[in-house]
């Protein structure tokens, strides 16, 4: 993208190359808006007002120099792709293995959005004291290297640009050499590469058909000097063997994948883009298009077709055999750069630290772990009161006992709330089953709790869930020294409460 003019960038391709731009400086110190409108060729007022709307619909994030990098909802979005797409779901454990039986660093990487080179998908580094310098979402040349030439030998040296780089003495730049050597290596299934991108490296790679259109390789590299052709030779056909597996995985739908949660109608391009990353995200193995990609934009069919093309040609989507368009090489590279972790304390700061400030209670953050069943105290935005309470980021909160927890509990399912051992914490705190499953039915029904010394003595709480795509991961609590209970406006209050976990449960879910 950086690469082309601003006249070859017009409508939502400039928000596309925005996005690849701040998304692919994922890991460094972020941009500012002269240096980012330079690197997409973009004049300062067009990035500036593209920026505005990313930060305004969570996709970036500014700080107080300026600074502009990704926000919480590309990190949601990221997440959410390595949980449905079947390669990003699947592949890791295979990766795993084929890490340990090799004793090599091994990467997954995938052809695109570029004709002419690929990108790592996922990454298993060697343990020892050599590193590779090598990071998820990092560009491969096609031409040098065991990863690149793999994915070469089922896409063909038409691809390739002209003035290929040499990275090293034993890099082939003549793409008739290359053809020629590739022969080989699709006859037997593996690519052989000793030294021609990282000097120091000797790989195999296979290549694998990820999706109709969507090329990607295994490959398993070790250092040159501890490794003999014998070696290589030995690991061709284990490498093979787990770009089947990976193959065969990636075809097979993933279990999580559900269509996009309805959303508002946003009649801008801005709005629509992300909506259409949304699509792509929730339904990686192909969502319709033609009226039914109209339907989910909101859009009448000539804007949708609009946005389809800007979808294939920029490598957000692939086109399918039965029409589909399923997630892409841009879109996957996103993901993987950005990475399949989130922090939900992270995530949700803005909005608990603007609802602190708006209501002037200390605002906290519990987060649930469904795997455990378990919940933590993770952050607290502090209000403008004189005295409030403040527990320590780390904390455990109760699922039965006080606001925090109950409004939790609540939406878990029956199993969970029967297993609950009731010991009083308090005097006030639930003790029989009976008592707290009238809480919680309250609770369902209001949509909020409210507790008084069940878990903190002199604290009177006030708690409202957020989900994560349909099922509870956390609450927003106010906790309020119980003297000065009758001072507030509960109803006030709780209506806050409720909206900001509204627009936490807007962030997560997709």
Not at 283 to 309: D, F, I, Q, W, Y
Not at 385 to 411: R, W
Not at 465 to 481: H, K, N, Q
Request: charged share 20%; aromatic share 4%.
């Amino acid at each position: 993208m950086s690469e082309q003019s601003a006249e070859a960038v017009p409508g939502n391709d400039r928000i596309v190359a925005v996005l690849d731009a701040l998304i692919t400086r994922h890991r460094g110190q972020g941009w500012g808006v002269r240096e980012l409108a330079e690197a997409v060729e973009l004049s300062r007022s067009t990035v500036n007002r593209i920026l505005q709307g990313l930060t305004a619909r969570g996709l970036a994030r500014v700080d107080a120099n300026a600074t502009y990098s990704v926000g919480p909802r590309l990190r949601v979005l990221a997440r959410v792709l390595h949980d449905r797409h079947p390669l990003l779901r699947r592949a890791p454990q295979v990766m795993d293995e084929l890490s340990r039986a090799a004793d090599a660093t091994v990467m997954l990487a995938v052809h695109g959005p570029r004709p002419d080179t690929a990108f790592i998908a996922l990454l298993r580094r060697q343990a020892g004291p050599i590193r590779y310098h090598l990071e998820p979402g990092m560009e491969l040349p096609l031409h040098a290297g065991a990863a690149g030439r793999a994915i070469l030998s089922a896409v063909g040296v038409d691809v390739l640009g002209a003035d290929l780089a040499r990275y090293s003495a034993d890099t082939v730049v003549d793409p008739n050499h290359l053809d020629e050597a590739l022969q080989t290596a699709r006859k037997v299934g593996f690519v052989i590469s000793v030294g021609q991108h990282i000097p120091l490296a000797a790989g195999v790679a296979s290549p694998l058909q990820i999706a109709p259109g969507l090329v990607g390789s295994v490959s398993a590299t070790r250092l040159r000097h501890d490794t003999t052709d014998t070696d290589l030779e030995r690991l061709g056909p284990i490498v093979r063997k787990t770009a089947d597996a990976i193959e065969d995985a990636a075809r097979q739908p993933a279990p999580t994948e559900r269509p996009a949660a309805p959303s508002s109608a946003d009649a801008t391009a801005l709005g629509r883009i992300q909506r259409l990353v949304e699509i792509l995200v929730a339904e990686p193995s192909g969502t319709p298009t033609g009226a039914e990609l109209a339907r989910k934009l909101s859009a009448n069919e000539a804007t949708a077709a609009r946005l389809r093309t800007t979808a294939l040609t920029s490598g957000l989507a692939v086109l399918t055999t039965e029409r589909r368009m399923a997630t892409g090489p841009l879109l996957l590279r996103w993901a993987a750069t950005i990475g399949p972790e989130w922090n939900i304390a992270e995530l949700v700061h803005d909005a608990a630290h603007t609802l602190a400030q708006a209501s002037g209670e200390t605002v906290g953050l519990t987060v649930y772990d469904p795997a455990t069943a378990t919940a933590v105290f993770a952050a607290e935005a502090r209000g403008s009161a004189p005295i409030e309470y403040s527990l320590g980021v780390g904390t455990p909160i109760p699922l039965y006992a006080g606001a925090a927890g109950k409004s939790i509990l609540a939406h878990c399912p029956p199993e969970i709330v029967r297993s609950q051992s009731l010991q009083p914490i308090t005097p006030r705190s639930p003790t029989t089953l009976e008592q707290l499953e009238r809480d919680l039915q309250q609770i369902r029904e209001a949509g909020w709790a409210q507790a008084e010394g069940e878990r903190v003595p002199d604290a009177f709480g006030l708690a409202a869930p957020f989900f994560a795509d349909g099922a509870v991961a956390g609450s927003l609590t106010f906790t309020i020294p119980r003297f000065r209970a009758d001072r507030i406006d509960p109803s006030a209050l709780t209506t806050m409460l409720t909206d900001a976990a509204r627009q936490v449960t807007a962030l997560l879910s997709v």
